[in-house]
């Protein structure tokens, strides 16, 4: 079997196109900071991130365990900005180029598309954000521990994750009666299978990452929408009210 690293490496030299794609500002490049002391000796200061100074909240969980319900009551309430990172991948698709064929048979397996388009599809998102929102839902990423150490490397710093805890009985049914109408390839019985085990193995070691320093919000999906919204919402009260 094959490591989560190994799933990240680029399947094909095509996606290389999707660079022509994007354009970026050239504040999104991090650089590293300088200061000099008195004794003109010369100390690195920490490196400033192009999304440092605003609340980055990473929304993760298993497939159909809520994420994208709830975080439109979060846009509701609090005026985050949302971005679904299955949605970019989808869209990039829909645009129809070469790079999506390889996107699809990728997400048909349940497994990871290369961070490199991840990233260049996430940073272009953000930077279409207005500058007073209060920070971003980034969901359905990281979904593996190194999607995580790149962001925060490179993009912003995790203000908390919010993790929809969901049994995977639960999730299946939920997936399998959306696929009778959401026309996303990925809803059917083998595929959620394959994005349940990637959930497990992949995603769920980057939940106990962040918990070891307190920066998980745990809320229990397998209730309500109504109910799961009252905890959702509660996990945020708690700093921004
Ligand atoms: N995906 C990916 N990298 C990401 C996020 C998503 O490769 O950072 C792919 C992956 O194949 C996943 C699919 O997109 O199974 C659908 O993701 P989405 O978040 O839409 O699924 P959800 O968990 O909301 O059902
Ligand atoms: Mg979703």
Redesign the pocket.
């Given at each position: 079997m094959s490591t989560p690293e190994q799933e990240t490496a680029p399947t094909s030299n095509c996606f290389s196109h999707i660079f022509n794609l994007f354009h970026f500002k050239s504040s999104s490049k991090p650089e590293e900071e300088v200061k000099k002391t008195n004794s003109s000796e010369v100390v690195e200061a920490p490196k400033v991130l192009p999304f440092d100074g605003k609340k980055i909240v990473f929304v993760l969980?298993?497939?159909?365990?809520g994420?994208?319900t709830q975080c439109d009551r979060i846009v509701e309430k609090f005026n985050f900005y949302h971005i679904?990172?299955?949605?970019l991948?989808?869209n990039a698709v829909e645009e129809g180029s070469e790079i999506g064929e390889e996107i699809v048979a990728?997400?048909k397996e349940?497994?990871?598309?290369p961070m490199y388009v991840?990233k260049k599809l996430l940073l272009a998102a953000m930077e279409k954000a207005d500058d007073n929102v209060p920070g971003f839902l980034i969901?359905?990423?990281?979904?593996q521990m190194d999607?995580a150490e790149e962001f925060e490397r490179d993009i912003g710093h995790c203000t908390f994750v919010l993790f929809f805890d969901c049994p995977h009985d639960v999730l299946t049914k939920r997936?399998l009666k959306r696929g009778e109408t959401s026309g996303r390839a990925?809803d059917n019985e083998e595929t959620i299978k394959k994005?349940i085990n990637?959930f497990v193995e992949a995603s769920m070691p980057v939940v106990e990452h962040y918990a070891k320093d307190n920066r998980v919000r745990k809320i229990n999906g397998d209730a309500s929408i109504e109910d799961v919204t009252e905890s959702t919402l509660k996990a945020f009260e708690v700093d921004e009210s």
């Amino acid at each position: 079997m094959s490591t989560p690293e190994q799933e990240t490496a680029p399947t094909s030299n095509c996606f290389s196109h999707i660079f022509n794609l994007f354009h970026f500002k050239s504040s999104s490049k991090p650089e590293e900071e300088v200061k000099k002391t008195n004794s003109s000796e010369v100390v690195e200061a920490p490196k400033v991130l192009p999304f440092d100074g605003k609340k980055i909240v990473f929304v993760l969980g298993g497939p159909g365990s809520g994420k994208g319900t709830q975080c439109d009551r979060i846009v509701e309430k609090f005026n985050f900005y949302h971005i679904s990172v299955g949605d970019l991948l989808r869209n990039a698709v829909e645009e129809g180029s070469e790079i999506g064929e390889e996107i699809v048979a990728i997400m048909k397996e349940g497994k990871m598309v290369p961070m490199y388009v991840t990233k260049k599809l996430l940073l272009a998102a953000m930077e279409k954000a207005d500058d007073n929102v209060p920070g971003f839902l980034i969901d359905g990423f990281p979904r593996q521990m190194d999607q995580a150490e790149e962001f925060e490397r490179d993009i912003g710093h995790c203000t908390f994750v919010l993790f929809f805890d969901c049994p995977h009985d639960v999730l299946t049914k939920r997936l399998l009666k959306r696929g009778e109408t959401s026309g996303r390839a990925d809803d059917n019985e083998e595929t959620i299978k394959k994005r349940i085990n990637t959930f497990v193995e992949a995603s769920m070691p980057v939940v106990e990452h962040y918990a070891k320093d307190n920066r998980v919000r745990k809320i229990n999906g397998d209730a309500s929408i109504e109910d799961v919204t009252e905890s959702t919402l509660k996990a945020f009260e708690v700093d921004e009210s």
